[in-house]
């Protein structure tokens, strides 16, 4: 089973970037997929989460209606748009797997079975 986070850069404060999470060995249709990220010198936090499908979503408070997290069953792969970028949004980005929950209840990374290898984002001021 792997996961392959991409699609992090430098971009400008204000920016945008769309991460993509391409699953693989495994079919992933009854999974839940979240993203996570992880600043220098702090610990790794929540950032979005989506069922399978994307029937349901869940966003941390810090990035609600800036960042849209979707899914698309057909790639197996996991999107995560991310709008109005701003320096503090600088961090390794990871996607990770999850078995069945309600997404409100996805928000710890012991949830999760299996990571990605994460991906860089910076935005400069």
């Known amino acids: 089973v792997q996961l392959q986070a991409s699609g992090g850069g430098l971009v400008q404060a204000g920016g945008s970037l769309r991460l993509s999470c391409a699953a693989s060995?495994?079919?992933?249709?009854?999974?839940?997929m979240g993203w996570f990220r992880q600043a220098p010198g702090k610990e790794r936090e929540f950032v979005a989460a989506?069922?399978?499908?994307?029937?349901?979503?869940y966003y941390a408070d810090f990035v609600k209606g800036r960042f849209t997290v979707s899914s698309g069953n057909a790639k197996n792969t996991v999107y995560l748009q991310m709008n109005s970028l701003k320096p503090e949004d600088t961090a390794v980005y990871y996607c990770?797997?999850?078995?069945?929950?309600?997404?409100?209840?996805?928000?710890?990374?012991?949830?999760?079975?299996?990571w990605g290898q994460g991906t860089q984002v910076t935005v400069s001021s």
């Open positions: 989506v069922s399978w499908g994307g029937g349901s979503t």
């Open positions: 990770a797997a999850a078995r069945p929950k309600v997404v409100r209840d996805l928000q710890r990374s012991e949830e999760y079975d299996f």
């Open positions: 060995g495994r079919t992933f249709s009854s999974y839940a």
